[in-house]
């Protein structure tokens, strides 16, 4: 089926809204101007951007401020053109160390933390599976200190 990203960020960020408030937490919708339309599985797109709202809320910490922006990415590098969703907060952050293991199944930065916020440590090996079966990619990238981004990458259609 032909989805569209604008409309499933907004879909869940209108479900996660009750949460992100319980937690004190601000999330904030950028669209793109343009239908971000690609090829896919709606339920599963739900599912990977539930996932890295949820994570962002979760581990950003009280009044974490998580940005979910929707945009198409030019063709460049031998990719054609794609549609890019990103989930950004200005949590504590991940350290380089960790950035390559996130998912990993069941691998937790911090053990101690991810078990008290009751994390499977699934959430992010079934975001990178439902994105590499929908030919995507997924990019991580954070500073400690700074904040997290989680972005997934589809090919785009017209």
């Known amino acids: 089926a032909i989805i569209n990203l604008n409309e499933i960020a907004s879909y869940v960020i209108e ?5 992100a408030n319980a937690s004190g937490a601000t999330v904030k919708l950028e669209l793109g101007v343009s239908p971000a339309q690609f090829r896919g599985e709606y339920d599963e797109i ?14 950003g910490g009280k009044g974490v401020e998580v940005s979910v922006s929707v945009a ?16 950004s907060d200005n949590g504590p952050g991940i350290s380089d ?13 911090s053990a101690s933390t991810s078990r008290a916020k009751g994390g499977t440590g699934l959430g992010l ?4 599976h439902i994105v590499a079966r929908h030919r995507g990619d997924l990019e991580i990238t954070s500073q400690l200190g700074r904040g997290s981004t989680f972005a997934a990458l589809f090919n785009a259609v017209e």
């Open 15 to 19: 479900t996660l809204q009750p949460m």
């Open 46 to 59: 739900v599912q990977v951007i539930s996932n890295l709202v949820h994570n962002a809320i979760t581990h």
């Open 72 to 87: 198409r990415v030019p063709a460049h590098g031998g990719h054609p053109e794609r549609v890019r969703v990103a989930v």
């Open 97 to 109: 160390e960790h950035l390559p293991r996130l998912t990993e199944r069941f691998y937790r930065p």
């Open 125 to 128: 090996a079934i975001v990178k």
